[in-house]
């Protein structure tokens, strides 16, 4: 199974709340009107967090920058994403509630990247941005289908809620490349399902072979 530097994953919740629902497509409106501000949040951090990455490595080191992310460039990713969480409806959990509660955004550091090459991947990474920005028109469409869903019955489809958690993962996983967490280029790839779940079968324990004829089984 491949591993990255960053790992998301959250759970779908068994029903959801139409209030939040309600809350959520006003908030979505106010903010397309507003000169479609989501997009603008998500192009300002594209920019923003390998910026604050390479001053921080500049300042610290590399290897202190990885080892303090937790307090720092990884928790504000965290927020980052409980935002994205909320809105997208993966979750009824307001974004100003700890996301360590409800949502996996672990990280294991790949490599250690200087303050130039973090700068770089605003270049580099362009490829996977205008990816995500073609499937995030579907993912706004699969929000407002989701989002009649609840309001009608307080759940949504599992592959809804897959698609929409794929995304995000995807989005971590750039995002971890353009924080500096990792040397290797993020893949394309929307893995829809929970994470470690190929993991699980792979660790399982072979079937037992039984004995061939003549041979004597040991206690």
């Known amino acids: 199974m491949a591993t990255y530097a960053v790992i998301y994953d959250i759970e779908q919740q068994p029903t959801y709340n139409r209030v939040h629902v309600v809350i959520r497509i006003a908030i979505l409106i106010l903010l397309s009107i507003i000169a479609g501000a989501v997009g603008w949040i998500f192009g300002i951090a594209y920019l923003a967090?390998?910026?604050?990455?390479?001053?921080?490595?500049?300042?610290?080191?590399?290897?202190?920058?990885?080892?303090?992310?937790?307090?720092?460039?990884?928790?504000?990713?965290?927020?980052?994403?409980?935002?994205?969480?909320?809105?997208?409806?993966?979750?009824?959990?307001?974004?100003?509630?700890?996301?360590?509660?409800?949502?996996?955004?672990?990280?294991?550091?790949?490599g250690e990247s200087s303050a130039g090459a973090v700068l770089l991947r605003i270049i580099l990474a362009i490829p996977h941005a205008i990816v995500l920005g073609l499937l995030g028109i579907v993912a706004v469409i699969l929000v407002i289908v989701a989002a009649i869903m609840v309001l009608i019955q307080e759940k949504y489809p599992q592959g809804i809620f897959d698609f929409l958690r794929g995304y995000a993962r995807w989005n971590a996983r750039m995002y971890g490349y353009l924080a500096g967490f990792s040397d290797k280029y993020p893949p394309f790839a929307l893995d829809t399902g929970p994470e470690g779940g190929t993991a699980a079968m792979v660790s399982a324990p072979p079937p037992e072979v039984p004995p061939a004829a003549g041979q004597s089984q040991q206690p």
């Not at 009824?92 to 996996?104: F, G, I």
């Open 49 to 110: 967090v390998p910026v604050l990455a390479a001053i921080l490595i500049a300042q610290k080191g590399s290897r202190r920058y990885l080892d303090e992310a937790e307090g720092n460039m990884l928790m504000w990713l965290r927020y980052l994403f409980a935002f994205y969480a909320y809105l997208g409806l993966l979750t009824d959990k307001l974004p100003n509630e700890d996301p360590k509660t409800y949502m996996r955004m672990d990280l294991q550091p790949e």
